[in-house]
């Protein structure tokens, strides 16, 4: 008796345009999006250094559909889109289930 096996999923991409990059950092006001945060997403430059991008980039909807969030039927396109993207410091990107309810 033969198994049949799950069906091959397509293995998605995280690919940001410059123009999503540029919404996102816009509308975060430079904090973490977590409610209770204030942690900037980018550190002013010093004397000895530049600038220091501390975001991450976080799904909404996970990129894949059997993920954390996942949703049947988004593009890959839709989902690297900024309405489903959202910027996290280090430390709430490490809990993404911490803010489910946002």
């Not at 999006?33 to 991450?56: F, G, K, R, Y």
Request: proline share 10%; glycine share 4%.
């Amino acid at each position: 008796m033969r198994t049949k096996k799950p069906p091959t999923r397509t293995k998605l991409n995280r690919s940001y345009t410059q123009r999503t990059l540029k919404v996102l950092f816009a509308l975060s006001g430079n904090k973490c999006a977590h409610p209770d945060c204030t942690n900037p997403v980018i550190m002013p430059p010093t004397e000895q250094s530049n600038h220091l991008v501390l975001n991450q980039i976080c799904h909404i909807y996970a990129l894949n559909e059997d993920g954390p969030r996942g949703k049947v039927g988004l593009t890959e396109k839709e989902l690297n889109a900024p309405e489903n993207l959202i910027l996290f410091c280090p430390t709430h990107h490490v809990r993404p289930h911490e803010g489910d309810d946002l």
